[in-house]
């Protein structure tokens, strides 16, 4: 089964950028849909973004639309994601999850099996 490793998170102005990392190992990444969920201090896990083994367009949750944009390289076994214009309301833990090979991109984190131990991310304002 496929391990997943996330780094890139940190402390960051409100407005600044991150690039979080998923990095894949045990398998390859190409064969896995995967996805970004977050969660606050006090609150659920959320979803974040998914994108999907077959390279279907990705589906991003509302509020980070035209600011967060998720990209893979199956060479690097890595999943991606790129957050600009980062808000206070931003802060939260960020994991990445996979589900199982060629199972379709989803939304509700009770789908996937795969998780990682997720990273920090802090925006201050």
């Known amino acids: 089964q496929v391990q997943l490793v996330e780094s890139g998170g940190g402390l960051v102005q409100a407005g600044g950028s991150l690039r979080l990392s998923c990095a894949a190992s045990?398998?390859?990444?190409?064969?896995?849909?995967v996805g970004w969920f977050r969660q606050a201090p006090g609150k659920e896990r959320e979803f974040v973004v998914t994108?999907?083994?077959?390279?279907?367009?990705?589906t991003y949750t509302d509020s980070v639309k035209g600011r967060f944009t998720i990209s893979r390289d199956n060479a690097k076994n890595t999943v991606y994601l790129q957050m600009n214009s980062l808000e206070p309301e931003d802060t939260a833990v960020y994991y990445c999850?996979?589900?199982?090979?060629?199972?379709?991109?989803?939304?509700?984190?009770?789908?996937?099996?795969?998780w990682g131990q997720g990273t920090q991310v802090t925006v201050s304002s």
């Open positions: 999850a996979a589900r199982p090979p060629y199972y379709s991109a989803s939304v509700s984190e009770e789908l996937y099996d795969y």
């Open positions: 994108i999907s083994w077959n390279g279907d367009s990705p």
């Open positions: 045990g398998r390859t990444i190409n064969t896995y849909s």
